[in-house]
């Protein structure tokens, strides 16, 4: 079992940035892909970034690439989820979910944990 606490959410004015992380438990963090998904109110939760097991290796959703970066340090059980010239649009719950499969997906239904979700609102 892996449990995920994701933080590092807030408000912020548009052309912002914020830093999403994302603290595992557990010891096999590094034997996870990991993935964030963001939902926004009355929308389906949608895929925005992965990143492999190691780490080198990530995917990023269209709606946000070149806005976002994602990483991982194994030896703190981390993900981040760096967020930059944020959008109205981007206003959402983020969360983030642990794959047990290798190679990076973007289904959520492949995401065999999930946390709590971070709000991020970015206003006009």
């Known amino acids: 079992q892996v449990q995920l606490v994701e933080s590092g959410g807030g408000l912020v004015q548009a052309g912002g940035s914020l830093r999403l992380s994302c603290v595992a438990s557990?010891?096999?963090?590094?034997?996870?892909?990991m993935g964030w998904f963001r939902q926004a109110p009355g929308k389906v939760r949608e895929f925005v970034a992965g990143?492999?097991?190691?780490?080198?290796?990530?995917y990023y959703a269209d709606s946000m690439k070149g806005r976002v970066t994602i990483s991982r340090d194994n030896a703190k059980n981390t993900v981040y989820l760096q967020m930059n010239s944020l959008k109205p649009e981007d206003t959402a719950v983020y969360f983030c979910?642990?794959?047990?499969?290798?190679?990076?997906?973007?289904?959520?239904?492949?995401?065999?944990?999930w946390g709590q979700g971070t709000q991020v609102t970015v206003s006009s």
């Open positions: 557990g010891r096999t963090f590094r034997t996870y892909v």
């Open positions: 979910a642990a794959d047990w499969n290798p190679g990076i997906a973007t289904l959520e239904g492949r995401y065999d944990y």
């Open positions: 990143i492999s097991r190691s780490g080198d290796s990530t």
